[in-house]
């Protein structure tokens, strides 16, 4: 059987690999975002929120009843060196102990950042507490644009990217170095609960791509090479390394909301469904039907 948008230039729009939600620090909930994937007539979504799988249950719910595919993703944070490496998981088991007792770590690690993060922030004169930041990220996994929202609403700060770039980036006076695992591990956490591990916008930072052959020893499965944010000439570049080390070209706009930035439009990158398919295979699932 033929499938139609298997092709070496598949047609923008239908697949998404790399989304967030508000189950972390995504603006749209699962089922807003999966209503707004099936408004643009897309297949397949991933849902990849930060150290968090509870966006999951309404997204398949919302894509059962849309005929959205969605696969069950995860973005694990990890530190080498002091930078941070992003890692994407598709197909993950959500009932993995593995990766539950690594996301219910996170969980107490973020918020104990967070408490770090208002104690600096207070004593640079820019009171704030955890609260306020808690009640910015609700239910979801918490993080620094959580801060920047809190702090837009103290009207310290005007907009998210101003908060990164004067107080929460790295350097800057209210940043604190979360703890987490080294890449190799979290490759490793992936792995054990049944996932395809995938490196995330490899550019990122420049320590990302030295690491690939501990990461390829850790059974890393893909590169993210179409990235919302890179240039034709990078993804190319990107996806040309992915073949030269037998690893799968994989493709995501890193969609946080619609207006978040440019580039990070939901479907904004063109993804073949045959790298769904492959992710399927390399995670060892059943294959598609
Ligand atoms: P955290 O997970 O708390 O370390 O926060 C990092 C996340 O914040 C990233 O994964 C992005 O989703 C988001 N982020 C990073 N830099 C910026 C920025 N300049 N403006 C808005 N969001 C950002
Ligand atoms: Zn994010
Ligand atoms: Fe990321
Ligand atoms: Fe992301």
Same mark, same amino acid.
């Given at each position: 059987?033929?499938?139609?948008?298997?092709?070496?230039?598949?047609?923008?729009?239908?697949?998404?690999?790399?989304?967030?939600?508000?189950?972390?620090?995504?603006?749209?909930?699962?089922?807003?975002?999966?209503?707004?994937?099936?408004?643009?007539?897309?297949?397949?979504?991933?849902?990849?929120?930060?150290?968090?799988?509870?966006?999951?249950?309404?997204?398949?719910?919302?894509?059962?009843?849309?005929?959205?595919?969605?696969?069950?993703?995860?973005?694990?944070?990890?530190?080498?060196?002091?930078?941070?490496?992003?890692?994407?998981?598709?197909?993950?088991?959500?009932?993995?102990?593995?990766?539950?007792?690594?996301?219910?770590?996170?969980?107490?690690?973020? @918020?104990?950042?967070?408490?770090?993060?208002?104690?600096?922030?207070?004593?640079?004169?820019?009171?704030?507490?955890?609260?306020?930041?808690?009640?910015?990220?609700?239910?979801?996994?918490?993080?620094? =644009?959580?801060?920047?929202?809190?702090?837009?609403?103290?009207?310290? @700060?005007?907009?998210?990217?101003?908060?990164?770039?004067?107080?929460?980036?790295?350097?800057?006076?209210?940043?604190?170095?979360?703890?987490?695992?080294?890449?190799?591990?979290?490759?490793? @956490?992936?792995?054990?609960?049944?996932?395809?591990?995938?490196?995330?916008?490899?550019? *990122?930072?420049?320590?990302?791509?030295?690491?690939? =052959?501990?990461?390829?020893?850790?059974?890393?499965?893909?590169?993210?090479?179409?990235?919302?944010?890179?240039?034709?000439?990078?993804?190319?570049?990107?996806?040309?390394?992915?073949?030269?080390?037998?690893?799968?070209?994989?493709?995501?706009?890193?969609?946080?909301?619609?207006?978040?930035?440019?580039?990070? *439009?939901?479907?904004?990158?063109?993804?073949?469904?045959?790298?769904?398919?492959?992710?399927?295979?390399?995670?060892?699932?059943?294959?598609?039907?």
């Amino acid at each position: 059987m033929t499938d139609a948008s298997h092709s070496i230039h598949p047609t923008p729009g239908a697949v998404d690999l790399h989304c967030h939600t508000t189950a972390s620090d995504g603006f749209l909930a699962p089922a807003a975002l999966i209503a707004l994937a099936s408004a643009q007539q897309m297949r397949t979504i991933a849902i990849t929120d930060h150290d968090t799988i509870d966006g999951l249950p309404e997204a398949i719910a919302a894509g059962q009843g849309l005929g959205v595919e969605i696969v069950s993703g995860v973005e694990i944070s990890s530190n080498t060196g002091g930078t941070e490496i992003h890692l994407l998981g598709y197909f993950v088991d959500p009932s993995s102990t593995t990766l539950i007792d690594h996301l219910r770590w996170c969980i107490d690690s973020r @918020i104990q950042r967070v408490e770090r993060i208002c104690e600096r922030l207070t004593n640079a004169g820019l009171p704030l507490t955890v609260d306020e930041v808690l009640s910015v990220a609700g239910s979801g996994s918490v993080g620094r =644009p959580h801060v920047a929202q809190a702090m837009i609403a103290r009207g310290y @700060i005007e907009t998210i990217g101003e908060g990164f770039a004067r107080y929460l980036g790295r350097g800057k006076p209210g940043f604190v170095q979360r703890e987490n695992v080294a890449p190799g591990k979290a490759v490793g @956490i992936i792995r054990e609960s049944g996932g395809a591990a995938v490196l995330a916008h490899p550019y *990122a930072t420049s320590a990302a791509l030295q690491l690939l =052959p501990e990461l390829i020893d850790a059974g890393l499965a893909g590169l993210e090479a179409w990235y919302g944010e890179y240039d034709t000439h990078t993804r190319q570049r990107l996806a040309e390394l992915a073949s030269s080390l037998d690893l799968i070209a994989t493709g995501g706009s890193d969609f946080h909301g619609v207006g978040f930035k440019e580039g990070r *439009a939901l479907g904004s990158v063109p993804v073949g469904h045959d790298v769904v398919d492959q992710l399927r295979l390399a995670a060892g699932a059943p294959a598609h039907s």
